[in-house]
């Protein structure tokens, strides 16, 4: 009630000044009255009066400043003073305050937008209720190490009769065609069963689920859609709710749309299926199934993985014959989370870590300049403190212009996270479309804020402090001795300085380990030419390209576009190289027994050109035939690792082999040069290459979706339209997609390198920068402190060179203690990035050196032209300086 | 800052100034003179640190004010006990009672 009431009180006082004043100044008025009047009854004249009341009682002005300044309101008051007072500072100090700004923006612009894409990858809750609980379940294969097997049928089945688990879900990537709605497009499929949506807890948002019987077989012909192809292709529309579209060929009725915001476990999917699968199903040579399910409250993710292994062996015992091979066969869990960032984790907390450093960086930059300034500005400090101001209140006006600069900082930084966001393509590296976009939501910007209070009290409170304390002698003294400034003050920014550069010298090693990676893994040898050629992906619906029809397009595709002006050679491939999972086949070979791993193979399918168009060089016998067809292939072309591996010391040409036991031999007429197949990150696998035919021979991959590869003679992209109009002359209802050139693929492939290195090499470079500009602006000072003392010593004969030593000296000094100090904290720091390096160790000696060389020479640089400065010093002038 | 006075004397003057005023309501110099003379001049107080404790006590709600004529009918602005401010006098004077005797004791156990 009280507290109100003061509130009250001070608030009218505040917003009714001139009121309160003239009350008070009329009371006063009256009580000087009454005391003369009290005077004049003792005989005095009322001037006397007056004047012994005045006496008595003191200045008018000072009693009523007393009691202005008893309420808190004068509290308010003094502190917009302080602020007013620091703006004028601030723009009396332009250059300072810019470059201090500036500082500040970029570094809490990095960090927030850092910590916005850590937040999104590792800190917020996916998309999902309960998404803690969410589980990935992959069958494991220890004597292959093998941790990521997907898995069949009847397992799944006996899976989903857990204890420990809610749901079980299982599911299955691919994609359809979608037709009848302007340009045919390729949308990304998710087949689920029927707990799809439950293990996710997520129901549509228009429309509903999946019902029980749509999970039967011959049922299923509905659809739910996602929202952004909803609005990309229905334009938002709801009533398409309930309506048929065209999947394949086949008429689905979409049923529902799910909400914006979510996400599916693997990525971008555009629609949603249901998968039936029938109760008894015996189907155990199919591993094709996702899984997914939710733990129940209080299980461990160890207690279920121990159920579900011991789930495992019962479908083992259930059946014998198919598993005898497979002893070593397991079951492992992964939390979603784990699943969708544990490979780019240590990137992002590297990122951070850099980021973080940049940022101490800028805070240590802005202390020592504030600092320097504060020395400066020590006479009017000490003249404030002369005529009675505290010792609070001037630390309250250094730090309300601190909080000036640090809101302009952070206002700016704010902009440069928004922008960085827009810039930087971390989407292609870094998992967004399973976690959602990184945002500057309530949650970064609060930890913006809490960045900018503790950055403020960190570069703010010190040279605050330190301005505010001048003793007032030493002030004088100092200014007599005119010397290198006291020795503390030189310790306080020393110590700035070197852990500058410390913090530098870590950022520098760290990105130099990175770069050193990058440029290995680009200078990695592919094994074909990815210049000049455009690739894309072509799918044929079953329904209208039954037997015989689609050899019959790919060969008049291929004949159409080897037509066109500017094409060199074209051919299909099965599937492209920078692939991460790539279709395999086990094998045998004539005459001989294959161990267990060693008969394993990526399949390549490929029509006679395609070593042509990626210009992957025969090493021995010759390429495929058309006629070897006939109509199923003979011949086999395999890769040099894989002939080296089967037979090393014979010629591996005239060799036969075959996929399985019922499939017809194969001879092997020729020995192609390694690829990397896999990613230039991998070595090369063993590999096959079989002539395209339309029926399969014992391959699992899908014959229907073909690559086309096209070598052009100049840039592949204007070549697009051609071949579209080329595609669509022979099926209108076709889609390109997967519209890529050769070039773009691999460099998507290095992305995983590339982000961390370039912005760990921006953040070096500015840390280093800013170092440099911190060293630059200390000696500079120190040297400018120090001319009395240099005039002193060249007038006593000390030769220039002896001058330019000393502050040379100082500079080496620096560059020596806190470049060690730095070089140790990176010997710690570096093993964390240990994963995301490419053929270099974290201890690299020649990266190590690199940075020490690159620190000495930035050093010494910025040192030089304040010492040589110095040097330059008129001794007359510099004893009459002051 | 102005100097202040300690937390003793800060609160012996509040109690003092709602003493002055338990009889009836007073302006603001006639506080001080009542105070002199109850003093026997003792407290001379000057008008900041007054002032300071009318507007301190009137926030607290303890004293209310209001401009009326003196009998000089001259205006002046007058400062009355609230009832809050007459329990809190009772209180203070029971309390500075029993410290008073406490502290005598313990300057007469030597």
Sequence with gaps: MAFLRSMAVGFRSLFRKERVEAELDEELRVFVEMAAEAKMKGGMSREDALRAVRLEQGSREVTKEMVRSAGWESFLETCSQDVRYGFRQLRK?????????????IGIGATTAIFSVVDSLLLRPLPYPNSHRIVRIWNTFSPRGMTELTASEPEFLEYRETQTLAHVAGFALGSVTLTGRGEPARLSDNWGTSDFFAVLGTPPALGRSFSPDEYEPGHNQVVILSHHLWQDRFGSNPSIIGKPVILDGQSC?????????????TGDIDVWQPLPIAANSSNLGNHYLNLVGDLKPQVSLEQSKAELQTTLARVEQKYPAYYSEAVGLGVN???????????????????MGGVAFMLMIACTNIASLLLAHGEVRKNEVATRIAIGAGRARIIR??????????????????????????????????????????????????????????????FGLMPALKTSHPVLNEILKERG???????????????????EIAFSVVLLAGAGLMIASLIRLLGVQLGFDSANVVTMRVSLPELRYPNGRSATFYKDLQEKVRSLPSVRAVAIVNQLPMNEVL?????????????????????????????GVMRIPLIRGRALDERDLNPMPSTVV??????????????????????KSEAPWLTVVGIVSDIKNEGSRKGTKPELYFLYTEKSFGLWTDLRSMTLVVRTTSQPEQLVSAIRGELNSLDPDLPIY?????????????????????LLSVFAGIALLLAAVGVYGVLAYTVAQSRREIGVRMALGAPRQHILKLFLGLGIKWAALGGSVGLMAAFILVRFMRSMLFEIGPYDPTIFLSVAGVLGIVVLMACYFPASRATSVDPIVALRYD | MADKPTDLVQGTLDMLILKALALQPMHGYGIGVRLEQMSKGVFRLNAGSLFVAFQRLQRAGLISSEWKATENSRRAKYYALTGQGRKRLERETREWGRQVAAIGRILEAS
Excluded at chain 1, 742 to 753: K, M
Aim: some cysteine; aromatic content about 4%; glycine content about 8%.
């Design chain 1, 397 to 458: 006006q250094l730090l309300a212009e601190n909080l000036l600069l640090l809101l302009a900082g952070g206002a700016a930084g704010l902009a440069v996270a928004y922008v960085g966001l827009k810039l930087v393509p971390v989407e292609q590296s870094l998992p967004f479309q399973q976690v959602g976009p990184p945002s500057l939501d309530s949650r970064v910007l609060s930890f913006a804020v809490i960045i900018c209070m503790s950055t403020g009290l960190l």
């Design chain 1, 93 to 105: 100090n332009r250059g300072l305050t810019v470059v201090c700004a500036l500082t500040l923006a």
């Design chain 1, 481 to 499: 001795r005119g010397a290198m400034g006291s020795r503390h003050q030189r310790r306080t920014r020393s110590v700035l300085v070197m852990s």
């Design chain 1, 583 to 611: 279709a395999n086949s086990s094998f045998e070979i004539e005459g001989r027994q294959l161990e267990t791993g060693t008969n394993i193979a990526n399949t390549q399918v490929i029509s006679p050109d395609y070593f």
């Design chain 1, 333 to 351: 869990l992964v939390p979603l989370r784990e699943q969708i960032v544990g490979n780019v984790r240590p990137t992002v907390l590297v990122l």
């Design chain 1, 738 to 758: 997967k519209l890529q050139t050769l070039e773009e693929i691999v460099s998507a492939s290095t992305s995983q390198v590339r982000l961390p290195a370039v």
């Design chain 1, 253 to 265: 009725t979409v049923i529902g749309m799910m909400p914006a915001t979510f996400r599916a476990p």
């Design chain 1, 638 to 659: 395999v890769n040099q690792t894989l002939a080296r591996k089967l037979w090393p010391d014979e010629d591996a040409t005239g060799k036969r082999l075959r996929l």
